[in-house]
């Protein structure tokens, strides 16, 4: 070690984000600021608001547009693997991005 350099030890590592990927706008941001739909082994899909339901999942971001536009683009079905959404959930999804309220976008 060189005189007068000072050695702190190993630094911490970050802390690793996890990434998700919107399936209608194609945004990446972090797990938690993303909504989890999820699909069961029933092939029913709903919002999974903890993240942690069994089932093959998909993210979208809180803008009402992509929720409509996932829909419309038969993104969810794609991501989920799935024939055709239920119309019951189809329904259900596009209530629930209805009442989300769009980001700010950055002026």
Request: net charge positive; proline share 9%.
């Amino acid at each position: 070690m060189a005189a007068g350099t000072k050695h702190s030890g190993p630094q911490p590592r970050p802390k690793h984000v996890p990434q998700r990927t919107c399936v209608a706008c194609r945004r990446t941001g972090a797990k938690g600021g993303l909504i989890r739909v999820v699909r069961d082994t029933e092939g029913r899909v709903a919002v999974d608001p903890t993240g942690k339901r069994k089932g093959r999942g998909a993210y979208l971001c809180h803008d009402p547009a992509c929720w409509s536009l996932a829909i419309k683009r038969r993104a969810l079905e794609r991501a989920l693997r799935l024939e055709h959404l239920h119309p019951d959930d189809r329904e259900a999804l596009l209530a629930f991005g209805s009442k989300l309220t769009p980001p700010e976008s950055p002026t």
